[in-house]
């Protein structure tokens, strides 16, 4: 009777799909593809890339098609956002959170800001994301203003709190107001 060997090659097995999982993180999360940056080092946007595609096809760009890639893209920063800091009455940037006038605030309204910032890139110069273009402004304008106002350092003054709840209800919504825009890009609105 012949003895074999298969402790090590059990062992490989877990390594190799581990290995397998990082790979397709990778490809998923987009992390270190220089291959998917514009001529400027920035991320290529979802938009930009099927525009793309389609020009290297010779086909016609789908709206549709589009409209999902946007959706994808802004979808796994609103997702990660909300794990991150939540949303609505969750969200520390909540009227009614006691941290409201915390640096945690103020983090929330900063990747608030960038998942808008990233929206108006992936829908610039292109139509049927009106919702979309008008809820990333409008957070934009909300983040910064709480930033600008001093909000996360805890102003003592009654006026400078009160200064800073509209600016921060607007980011606690943030996220779910992006995806309703996202959700509307898709029927052109």
């Known amino acids: 009777m012949t003895k074999t060997r298969r402790g090590p ?13 990082a790979a397709l993180a990778v490809l998923v999360t987009g992390c270190g593809a220089d291959a998917d940056r514009d001529g ?21 760009p789908d709206k549709a098609r589009i409209a999902e890639n946007v959706k994808s893209a802004l979808e796994v920063r609103i ?11 969750h969200s520390p940037c909540a009227s009614s959170s006691p941290k409201v006038f ?6 929330a309204a900063d990747y608030t800001r960038e998942a808008a910032r990233f929206a108006l890139d ?20 909300a983040a910064a203003t709480y930033r600008d106002l001093g909000c996360a350092r805890n102003p003592a003054a009654a006026d400078a709190r009160k200064a800073c709840l509209d600016p921060a209800a607007v980011v606690a919504q943030g996220f779910s107001d992006l995806r309703d825009g996202a959700n509307l890009g898709l029927a052109g609105k």
């Open 9 to 21: 090659i059990r062992a490989a097995v877990p390594l190799i799909q581990a290995a397998a999982l």
């Open 40 to 60: 400027d080092g920035r991320p290529e946007s979802a938009g930009r890339a099927a525009l793309a595609a389609d020009a290297g096809t010779g086909a016609t």
């Open 79 to 89: 997702s990660t956002g909300e794990g991150r800091f939540g949303s609505g009455t």
């Open 102 to 107: 915390t640096e945690e605030c103020g983090e």
């Open 122 to 141: 992936e829908i610039d110069g292109r139509s049927g994301f009106a919702t979309l273009g008008t809820t990333a402004r409008k957070l934009d304008k």
